[in-house]
Nanobody, 120 residues
Framework: QVQLVESGGGLVQAGGSLRLSCAASGSFFSINAMGWYRQAPGKQRELVAAITSGGSPNYPDSVKGRFTISRDNAKNTMYLQMNSLKPEDTAVYYC??????????????WGQGTQVTVSS
């Protein structure tokens, strides 16, 4: 019973910035790791940023130094600050949240996706 609502996508020129948000609601004991994925037309979905429950981030080389992931546990919200955007960043961006329930398992949920388009 977890729902994720994404916002913040749009059209921006190369070199510009966007800030994505992902708000979680529903029934869960706690949120574990969270992350942002993206999928461009004709390509596989790829991880662009991840953050642990303790706030430690992880980035692939393609976005390191340009993107910053953060989370506000009091608001159950995750953010992705994207700076120095490039045309190759154009994709649909998806929020992924992993939560703990009453048992030993971890459950994963996806947001609806938000379009990011970077023009040259």
């Amino acid at each position: 019973q977890v729902q994720l609502v994404e916002s913040g996508g749009g059209l921006v020129q190369a070199g510009g910035s966007l800030r994505l948000s992902c708000a979680a609601s529903g029934s869960f004991f706690s949120i574990n790791a969270m992350g942002w994925y993206r999928q461009a037309p004709g390509k596989q979905r790829e991880l662009v940023a991840a953050i642990t429950s303790g706030g430690s981030p992880n980035y692939p080389d393609s976005v390191k130094g340009r993107f910053t992931i953060s989370r506000d546990n009091a608001k159950n919200t995750m953010y992705l600050q994207m700076n120095s955007l490039k045309p190759e960043d154009t994709a649909v961006y998806y929020c992924n949240v992993r939560v703990a329930g009453p048992g030993p398992y971890e459950y994963g949920y996806w947001g609806q996706g938000t379009q990011v388009t970077v023009s040259s």
